[in-house]
C-alpha cells in the first residue's frame, strides 16, 4: 500500500510546484505620473512648485494611489520609518539626467544617486540626485561635489541631514 502512496503524494507536489507564481515573481506596477493635484506625503504642497527630483512609492494595498515626495530623501526615509506601511510594491524616481526629469521616472532600487553635493532640492534643503546613467551621475558629482552611490548604500545620516 505505502509503494502505491508514494507516486502519488510525489506527482501531488510536482503539481503544487507547477501553480501560481509567488508575488515576488510579479511584475512591479509602473509609475504615475504626477499632476497638478499630486502633494507631497510630508509636505502636502503641490509636486509642480518644486523642482529637483522627486519620488513615488506604490503600496500593494493603493497601487492606484502613489505616496508621492517632493525630494529624494523623503521616500527613502518613507522606507525606513517604523511607523510607515511596509507593502512597498514600487518605488520610482525622476532621473535628473533627462532634458524633462518630471516625466522620466526610473526604477529607485537600480539608480545612481549623488549624495553630498552642493545640490538644494525645491524644499531649499540637501537632497540625493538619482540618474539611470552612471556617466552622467559621476559628471554631475564630479561638477557639483559629492559622491555616487547605489540604493541599498544610502546613509542614514545623509537622509535625515
Not at 526610473?106 to 539608480?111: E, F, H, L, V
Not at 556617466?135 to 558629482?141: G, L, Q, S, T, Y
Amino acid at each position: 500500500m505505502l509503494n502505491k502512496l508514494i507516486p502519488i503524494a510525489l506527482t501531488g507536489l510536482l503539481l503544487a510546484a507547477c501553480g501560481e507564481t509567488s508575488d515576488s515573481a510579479k511584475p512591479p506596477p509602473p509609475p504615475k505620473n504626477f499632476t497638478a493635484e499630486s502633494k507631497g506625503y510630508y509636505c502636502t504642497m503641490n509636486l509642480t512648485e518644486h523642482v529637483g527630483g522627486k519620488a513615488q512609492i506604490i503600496l500593494e494595498s493603493r497601487p492606484d494611489e502613489p505616496v508621492w515626495f517632493s525630494t529624494v530623501n523623503q521616500a527613502f526615509g518613507f522606507t525606513r520609518h517604523p511607523g510607515e506601511p511596509k507593502d512597498i510594491a514600487a518605488i520610482y524616481v525622476t532621473d535628473l539626467g533627462q532634458p524633462n526629469p518630471d516625466n522620466s521616472w526610473i526604477d529607485a532600487k537600480t539608480a545612481y544617486y549623488v549624495i553630498e553635493s552642493k545640490f538644494v532640492s525645491g524644499m531649499k534643503t540637501v537632497d540625493s540626485v538619482p540618474f539611470s546613467d552612471l556617466a552622467k551621475a559621476e559628471a554631475f558629482a564630479k561638477e557639483n561635489g559629492g559622491r555616487v552611490i547605489r540604493f541599498d548604500e544610502m546613509p542614514d545620516e545623509w537622509i535625515y541631514k
